[in-house]
């Protein structure tokens, strides 16, 4: 079955980084776009990036352009979103999912808090 493992989260100072990492197993990884979304306390899911299955073609929300980046590695089944410059308005449980622009196959989250 599809297992999406996130790990990475952390409580980080504003201005701080942090990389998240997604194992994923149980489908063809190489064969799928990805993507991470997040949801932040009392508010919706929303879409933060996603990636072509080829790692190519990348896209960010307008909000998180210029500090984030998704990336992956094919032959290992991971996918990576690198974030600098994170503010309160990151803090957020991020899940890493299927397709380029979500789906419902998300994994367990791990949150990210950003506070001094």
């Known amino acids: 079955q599809v297992q999406l493992v996130e790990s990475g989260g952390d409580l980080v100072q504003p201005g701080g980084s942090l990389t998240l990492s997604c194992a994923a197993s149980?489908?063809?990884?190489?064969?799928?776009?990805m993507s991470w979304v997040r949801q932040a306390p009392g508010k919706e899911l929303e879409w933060v990036s996603g990636i072509d299955r080829d790692g190519v073609l990348v896209y960010y929300r307008e909000s998180v352009k210029g500090r984030f980046t998704i990336f992956r590695d094919n032959a290992k089944n991971m996918v990576y979103l690198e974030m600098h410059s994170l503010n309160s308005e990151d803090t957020a449980l991020y899940y890493c999912?299927?397709?380029?622009?979500?789906?419902?196959?998300r994994g367990q989250g791990t949150q990210v808090t950003v506070s001094a």
């Open positions: 149980g489908f063809s990884f190489d064969t799928n776009g």
């Open positions: 999912s299927t397709g380029i622009y979500g789906s419902s196959t």
